[in-house]
């Protein structure tokens, strides 16, 4: 019998040992062992399946993935020890010297590195369209494209692209459609439920929720699953088990923990659009978002970022973060505690003021990642800051 997400979450465990423990322990080691010569070969042959080797299974970083796989609908996937590791894996593991991906420009700052400095080594290239150019995508798509990548929503700038419209673009045009789902998680978004075959998500920020440990993971269409775990267990990007185990006993309280973090991001985003200083403010569920229709039909909370434009340009951001007294500020995002970054003095200062503003990162244009704290403590502390300039 199918379960509700938050029961799966908690209940989707590994089998108990012999110790009849309650919740699922540690396994730190580096390797299993064999009864006989006969189940050691049928093990490496595939055969039989069990653990071999922590690099390719272990008990923790499967309890993880099969909590993820369950949660986006997919049919296999696997943990990795970063978000860019899951990434680089992914595209490392479907594509050739010679092929070619159409992606949204709108994309995480290690990624757009990938396509624009590493990929070209092995002659891959990256053709890329904007947020607000869409119907471009059909005419970037050549005869050697193999991949249609987008995150949704964009880091930093919080738009939204139309997973049913893009999924129905890469169908046609038969293409693997890969979606970045980190900003949303899979408990306010399911791509593949829109069309995508491979759902990534980096496990640092929401899945894990506090700021402790680092991972990613890929979930998606068995096949492709199956050249990406071949290539990962080759190549040595796994995730450790210990991180597994932090992240799936996360995993438990994901659904409560973004339903606070959605509720506080949007008191939080509502406040900002009645403050002189603030020129605009995106968040997925405000009215005011332009993509406000298509988040509503494929999200079903607004997740935990805000973005905001503070009037002043770079130096009046600065002057901002300088005078935040509570709220923390860091690259991350995703954390129990609220976040505030100005991306064009900080993340993205070594951008040009037009390639930021290709990606909609203006010169004032403040991140929030907020956190569970009492949302009037998260306002009175923006507030305080937003008068100084």
Same mark, same amino acid.
């Given at each position: 019998?199918?379960?509700?997400f938050?029961?799966?979450?908690?209940?989707?465990q590994?089998a108990?040992?012999?110790?009849?423990?309650?919740?699922?322990?540690?396994?730190?080691?580096?390797?299993?062992?064999?009864?006989?010569?006969e189940?050691?070969?049928? =093990?490496f042959?595939?055969?039989?399946?069990?653990?071999l080797?922590?690099?390719f299974?272990?008990?923790?970083t499967t309890?993880f993935? @099969?909590k993820?796989?369950?949660?986006?609908?997919?049919?296999?996937?696997?943990a990795?020890?970063?978000?860019?590791?899951?990434?680089?894996?992914t595209f490392a593991?479907?594509?050739?010297?010679?092929? %070619? !991906?159409?992606?949204?420009?709108?994309?995480f700052? =290690?990624? %757009?590195s990938?396509?624009? $400095?590493?990929?070209?080594?092995?002659?891959?290239?990256t053709?890329?369209?904007?947020?607000?150019? !869409?119907d471009?995508?059909a005419g970037?798509?050549?005869?050697?494209? $193999?991949?249609?990548?987008?995150?949704?929503?964009t880091?930093?700038?919080? @738009?939204?692209l139309?997973?049913?419209?893009?999924?129905?673009?890469?169908k $046609? &045009?038969?293409?693997?459609f890969?979606?970045d789902n980190?900003?949303?998680?899979?408990?306010?978004?399911?791509?593949?439920k829109?069309?995508? @075959?491979?759902?990534i %998500?980096?496990a640092?920020?929401?899945?894990?929720g506090?700021?402790?440990v680092?991972g990613g993971?890929?979930?998606g269409?068995? *096949?492709?699953?199956?050249?990406?775990?071949?290539f990962?267990?080759?190549?040595g990007?796994?995730?450790?088990?210990?991180?597994?185990?932090?992240?799936?006993?996360?995993?438990?309280?994901?659904a409560?923990?973004v339903?606070? %973090? /959605? *509720?506080? /991001?949007?008191?939080v985003?509502a406040?900002?659009?009645t403050?002189?200083?603030?020129?605009? !403010?995106?968040?997925?569920f405000?009215?005011?978002?332009?993509?406000?229709?298509?988040?509503?039909?494929?999200?079903?909370?607004?997740?935990n970022?805000?973005?905001?434009?503070?009037k002043?340009?770079?130096?009046?951001?600065?002057?901002?973060l300088?005078?935040? $007294?509570?709220?923390?500020?860091?690259?991350?995002?995703?954390?129990?505690?609220?976040?505030?970054?100005?991306?064009?003095?900080?993340? &993205? =200062?070594?951008?040009?003021?037009? @390639?930021?503003?290709s990606?909609?990162?203006?010169n004032?244009?403040?991140?929030?990642? !907020?956190?569970l704290?009492n949302?009037?403590?998260?306002?009175?502390?923006?507030?305080?800051?937003?008068?100084?300039?």
């Open positions: 019998m199918k379960k509700h938050e029961t799966e979450a908690i209940r989707n590994t108990r040992t012999q110790f009849s423990e309650h919740s699922t322990p540690l396994y730190l080691t580096s390797s299993f062992v064999f009864e006989n010569a189940e050691m070969r049928a =093990s042959s595939e055969e039989k399946e069990r653990n080797y922590s690099r299974t272990n008990p923790n309890e993935v @099969d993820i796989v369950s949660m986006e609908g997919a049919e296999a996937g696997y990795f020890a970063t978000g860019m590791s899951a990434i680089f894996s593991a479907l594509l050739s010297a010679g092929d %070619h !991906v159409v992606s949204c420009r709108s994309v700052g =290690s990624t %757009h990938m396509f624009t $400095k590493f990929l070209p080594k092995w002659n891959i290239e053709s890329y369209f904007k947020v607000n150019e !869409v471009s995508i970037l798509i050549r005869a050697n494209t $193999k991949i249609l990548y987008i995150e949704t929503p880091n930093p700038s919080v @738009d939204i139309d997973l049913e419209l893009i999924g129905n673009i890469a $046609k &045009h038969n293409l693997i890969i979606v980190c900003f949303a998680t899979p408990y306010a978004q399911q791509p593949i829109f069309g995508a @075959d491979l759902v %998500h980096s640092t920020k929401l899945i894990d506090q700021g402790r680092l993971v890929t979930v269409n068995k *096949e492709l699953m199956r050249e990406i775990y071949l990962s267990r080759n190549t990007p796994a995730m450790s088990p210990f991180n597994a185990w932090v992240l799936s006993k996360s995993l438990e309280t994901l409560i923990r339903e606070k %973090h /959605a *509720e506080n /991001a949007l008191q985003a406040f900002l659009e403050q002189e200083n603030v020129a605009m !403010v995106k968040y997925p405000l009215k005011s978002h332009p993509q406000f229709e298509v988040a509503k039909k494929q999200m079903t909370l607004g997740g970022v805000v973005a905001f434009e503070i002043g340009g770079i130096e009046a951001g600065r002057i901002f300088d005078h935040i $007294k509570m709220c923390s500020l860091s690259a991350n995002l995703g954390d129990t505690r609220t976040i505030v970054t100005h991306p064009s003095s900080t993340t &993205h =200062s070594g951008l040009s003021e037009e @390639d930021r503003l990606v909609g990162i203006t004032g244009l403040v991140r929030v990642s !907020v956190g704290e949302a009037i403590d998260i306002i009175e502390d923006l507030e305080q800051a937003l008068r100084f300039r």
